[in-house]
């Protein structure tokens, strides 16, 4: 493939390089889908299925717009991530608290989702790599496989934190070590750059779900007790200045299409 077709190609990704910076927003993107959701759901009294509509509502139209650009833009495609984080979290809080659902179940659900989701996904296109997003049905597998991600990840995440009770601090430590054990088996060549970068895309959601509680939530429930307000406008605004910069220093947009 030239040089010329591989430029032209890679302005079709609209999902950005992986990068350092990728990995830090993804994280913060999880902890403020645990804290805003929560500061929505409970400090304005939006309720959850209210929080869930209205949040649906802005993630659509994050996504008309996401899927109306012709190329990677930072701020479109982070805000849709933000969203989709808070989405995904009111989707399996609504299953667990309004419909009775328990966290073992709503786990196995989202788990069997996914998996579906991503055997279409290789089935169709023959490829999950994120460097191949370059056309309108790639793009939809990526966002619902997001979405199933980040629902998953609320499951398995409250699963271990509050039914297991680890508690906050500890989860995070499980899941940061379950983080290593796969970048190190990507070292080795053990298991390769997709497989490794969806597992950890999973895990960094109950990863930073549980930074975000142990920041967040009262001191007697192993919290450190900055509250929801405090702690989403901490991470919103971290993200709005990493995201500020990629933009400006193109340091993720994509460089080529596999």
Not at 56 to 67: D, E, H, P, T, Y
Request: glycine fraction near 6%; include cysteine.
């Amino acid at each position: 493939m030239s040089v010329t077709s591989i430029i032209n190609r890679s302005a079709l990704v609209k999902v950005p390089e992986i990068t350092a910076y990728f990995w830090i927003i993804k994280v913060l993107s999880t902890t403020v889908g645990e804290t805003f959701a929560d500061y929505l759901n409970t400090t304005l009294g939006f309720g959850t299925q209210g929080t869930l509509f209205f949040m649906s509502a802005c993630l659509v139209g994050a996504l008309v717009w996401q899927f109306k650009l012709n190329s990677y833009f930072a701020p479109t495609y982070w805000l849709a991530v933000v969203l989709i984080s808070v989405t995904g979290t009111l989707i399996t809080d609504t299953m667990t608290d309004k419909l009775n659902i328990s966290l073992i179940t709503s786990t196995i659900v989202f788990g069997i989702a996914l998996a579906l989701t991503f055997m279409t996904w290789y089935k169709t296109e023959k490829s999950l790599s994120i460097h191949s997003v370059d056309n309108f049905r790639r793009e939809s597998f990526y966002w619902l496989t997001i979405l199933f991600t980040f629902a998953l990840g609320t499951a398995a995440g409250d699963l271990f934190a509050e039914k297991i009770a680890l508690g906050y601090f500890t989860s995070f430590l499980v899941f940061a070590g379950c983080i290593v054990v796969i970048a190190v088996a990507w070292r080795l060549q053990l298991i390769n750059s997709v497989l490794a970068f969806w597992v950890t895309y999973v895990i960094t959601r109950p990863l930073g779900a549980s930074i975000g509680d142990f920041l967040s939530q009262p001191k007697n429930t192993s919290g450190i007790g900055l509250g929801t307000t405090t702690t989403s406008l901490i991470f919103l605004g971290a993200i709005l200045i990493l995201v500020t910069f990629l933009q400006v220093s193109k340091k993720d947009a994509p460089v080529s299409a596999h």
